[in-house]
């Protein structure tokens, strides 16, 4: 059974370009935790399409909905444990990490600012809009975290095998230095 790797850090920090890239070159299955949570929010009523859905009203509606009904969460990370536990997965989440002891744990940091441009330039937004929504999700998630699992998300990085700070490199030497860690690691 091969392990599953699984990458988290801040919003628009690229952990999907990162999983995308490691489920190509390692043959692995890519998930998206965040998929999973928007499948649920359709379930519940919410137009929850495309990759920037997150960054709508409507997104931000479905993170307060959750902030006060800590099922969807839960729901979803069972079903991401189950996942990764079955191996060969390469999945992003915000929580994984903290609630699995094997596979292999990459996680992205990366300053605000950073995130921010890479929000503005993949979701064609001012760089004012990409900072409020960047900050408003990293802040709300890491509250709501803490509430529910008691992990301090994004200062708490003990539980990672390899830390990447993702400033002043681009997507392929992140994704490269991701792929020398899970050859190490795998």
Same mark, same amino acid.
Do not use: C
């Given at each position: ?31 998206? #935790?965040?998929?999973? =949570? ?7 009523? $919410? %137009?929850?399409?495309? &990759? @920037? ?5 409507? #997104?931000?509606?479905? =993170? ?7 099922? $969807? %969460?839960?729901?979803? &990370? @069972? ?108």
């Amino acid at each position: 059974m091969t392990k599953s790797i699984v990458i988290s850090g801040p919003p628009a920090v690229g952990k999907t370009t990162v999983a995308k890239g490691l489920a190509s070159e390692f043959k692995l299955t890519y998930l998206s #935790g965040g998929d999973i =949570l928007k499948e649920m929010a359709k379930e519940e009523g $919410f %137009d929850a399409v495309g &990759d @920037d859905w997150w960054d709508t009203e409507n #997104g931000m509606k479905f =993170l307060s909905q959750r902030e006060n009904n800590s099922e $969807f %969460d839960k729901k979803v &990370d @069972d079903k991401l444990i189950q996942l990764f536990k079955k191996g060969g997965m390469v999945i992003t989440s915000y929580t994984l990490p903290w609630l699995v002891d094997d596979g292999i744990k990459i996680w992205l940091s990366g300053s605000h600012d950073s995130s921010s441009q890479r929000m503005q330039t993949r979701d064609n937004m001012t760089s004012k809009e990409a900072y409020e929504i960047t900050k408003l999700r990293y802040d709300k998630n890491r509250a709501l975290y803490k509430k529910l699992y008691d992990f301090d998300f994004g200062n708490d990085i003990s539980v990672f095998d390899k830390i990447i700070d993702t400033d002043n490199l681009n997507a392929t030497q992140v994704i490269n230095i991701a792929k020398e860690t899970v050859r190490e690691l795998l």
